[in-house]
């Protein structure tokens, strides 16, 4: 546990407040990423402080990933410094093991973000600086990022899954400089035995890449982190072109193949890019997005395409690109009783059958009221008769003359009253159930969760 009393000046919460100003009003809610390690020991001093100028209110969350054998002695750490400051901590303890692909440190970072994203705050505070920058960006040139990745950390930015925004105030300082303002207002922290071992790639460029070329450039973490603003206000504007396409090409939720196209390869991949981002999931690599496009573009216009993007894919059907997650599964055969509700959650299914009355339209609720209504996924040979001067149709039909996805199609919740289908959302009702003018009915709509 590092310690000290050496008596120094420091600027550093003067600058944390004018970068805080721009992304809070009086009576926001401040939550703090604290490690317990002196970076995060010393902006949590510098919070505590500015919070009655700025009128803020301020907690504190640790997140323990369980790797280091000394992480319960962390935890215990931050919450004793917590309870003499005053500030109400949050210890959320979280399981890397489904994220182990991404390496130890990338299911660190996946796990802890994972928990960021179920803060209830206006801001999430995190304390890197200026060096963590220029460790990030050197990382990311090395693995061959492009300018997205290059851009490295935001001062500012939405944090996916929550209404908190992302904010980094130490991100102009150096370590030095926090190192100094700790140790001169005596704060104590915990030191992670792992920042020593070099065969993490981040810590071999801590302690022998930069310092072997600060003997040759004496700036250069300073350098390396301006390049990465500089970047960062280069990736603004292609953020703007990008949505600015992507709202040119969209249709409905998805992305119109054609338009897509038309733009040529470095703005389609700018905007896939994008894409994914509003999503909340990463972006494709290089060579992936290069592969999607030439399907798109060699591929027949009735071709099905599903290119895999985590736990996402983009599909394709006829015309139109969609980028959807994973879908699980249903097990055994869906087979739910409807009572009467007008919200009727099929979580298995990921939303929820709603049946709004309406007067003269939509399904009879009299002739509902005749037999067992039940919620019924398709089995095959299904079929519907929507109107008494025609005959039946099968759905297989129906789904593809109103351009229902086939990944859809086995996933849409059908309406039974006894044995006969009634009602497919978004296709239409049963000819013998529909409600007469100015009878009761209700109109049977689907919709899915976050949309």
């Known amino acids: 546990m590092g310690n000290s009393r050496k008596s120094s000046s420091s600027d550093l919460p003067a600058r944390v407040a004018a970068a805080l100003a721009p992304a809070i009003s009086p009576g926001a809610h401040l939550v703090l990423g604290l490690s317990g390690g002196m970076d995060s020991a010393a902006l949590l001093s510098m919070l505590v402080e500015l919070a009655p100028e700025l009128r803020f209110s301020l907690r504190a969350l640790h997140v323990d990933h369980g790797i280091s054998p ?34 130890l440190e990338g299911a660190a970072r996946k796990a802890r973000y994972h928990a960021f994203s179920r803060v209830d705050a206006d801001l999430l505070v995190l304390a890197q600086h200026r060096d963590d920058q220029a460790e990030t960006l050197l990382l990311r040139l090395l693995r061959g990022a492009g300018l997205r990745g290059l851009a490295a950390m935001s001062p500012l930015r939405s944090l996916a899954g929550t209404r908190a925004k992302l904010v980094r105030p130490l991100l102009g300082a150096a370590r030095a400089e926090i190192e100094a303002f700790a140790r001169e207002r005596g704060l104590e922290w915990v030191e992670d035995e792992s920042n020593a071992d070099t065969v993490r790639q981040r810590n071999f460029l801590r302690h022998q890449a930069f ?37 040119a090409c969209r ?101 929820v059958l709603m049946f709004k009355p309406e007067e003269g339209r939509g399904l009879s609720a009299e002739r509902l009221r005749a037999g067992r209504v039940t919620v019924r996924l398709r089995r095959g040979g299904e079929r519907l008769r929507l109107d008494h001067r025609r005959p ?17 199609r086995d996933r849409l919740p059908l309406i039974y009253c006894g044995e006969s289908l009634v009602s497919v959302p978004g296709i239409g009702d049963a000819c013998d159930f529909k409600a007469a003018p100015g009878e009761a009915g209700l109109i049977v709509t689907w919709e899915p969760f976050g949309q």
């Open 70 to 103: 000394n992480s319960h002695d962390w935890a215990a750490f931050c919450s004793r410094l917590c309870a003499r400051l005053g500030v109400p901590l949050q210890v959320e303890v979280v399981d890397i093991a489904p994220y182990r692909h991404l390496g």
């Open 211 to 247: 310092p072997a070329l600060e003997r040759q450039f004496p700036a250069a973490r300073a350098a390396i982190a301006r390049a990465a603003t500089n970047l960062g206000e280069a990736r603004e504007l292609l953020d703007t072109m990008a949505q600015g396409d992507l709202d």
């Open 251 to 351: 249709a409905a939720g998805t992305v119109d193949v054609p338009a897509l196209l038309r733009l040529g390869d470095a703005r389609a991949k700018n905007v896939l890019r994008y894409w994914c981002e509003t999503q909340g999931i990463e972006p494709l690599p290089a060579v992936r997005l290069a592969e999607l496009l030439r399907q798109l573009r060699e591929s027949r216009v009735d071709a099905q395409i599903a290119l895999a993007a985590g736990t996402w894919k983009f599909l394709r059907y006829r015309d139109r690109l969609h980028l959807r997650p994973n879908a699980s599964e249903v097990e055994g055969d869906l087979h739910e009783v409807w009572n009467g509700e007008n919200a009727l959650p099929l979580l298995v299914l990921g939303g």
């Open 392 to 408: 039946r149709r099968t759905l297989k039909n129906l789904f593809q003359e109103c351009g229902v996805p086939p990944w859809r």
